[in-house]
């Protein structure tokens, strides 16, 4: 089963000045974990919410294209990674690691 591990961070999330060398490290060992465990499938941090672009259905049927996240929100995902787990519980253990390596909270939701 694959499973989405996603990290949150607050709007105004700045790594230049939240993340360092300790928080790094940390990181890449988990990394590095998940890989000699084999189950990473992918991984991938985000740019600011604040640079997204949305696009939403009108009844009409046209695309509307706004600057800025979909949601209205505090906080959004800033990372994620796609896990390759036997259960939940074992994304969940996965899931807190990343708690801790990252320092934010986390989200974790199996694909269907």
Known sequence: MRYLVAIHH?????????EDEAMARDIDALND????AGVRVFVGGLH???HATSLTLQPDGEVLVSEGPYLRSTEHVGGFW????ASLDDAQAW????????RAPVEV???H
């Not at 607050?10 to 939240?18: G, L, R, S």
């Not at 899931?95 to 990252?102: L, S």
């Open 10 to 18: 607050p709007d105004d999330y700045d790594p230049a000045v939240a």
């Open 33 to 36: 974990e998940m890989v000699a």
């Open 48 to 50: 600011p919410a604040r």
């Open 82 to 85: 796609v896990l390759e787990a």
């Open 95 to 102: 899931g807190r690691k990343a708690a801790i390596a990252c």
């Open 109 to 111: 939701r199996a694909f």
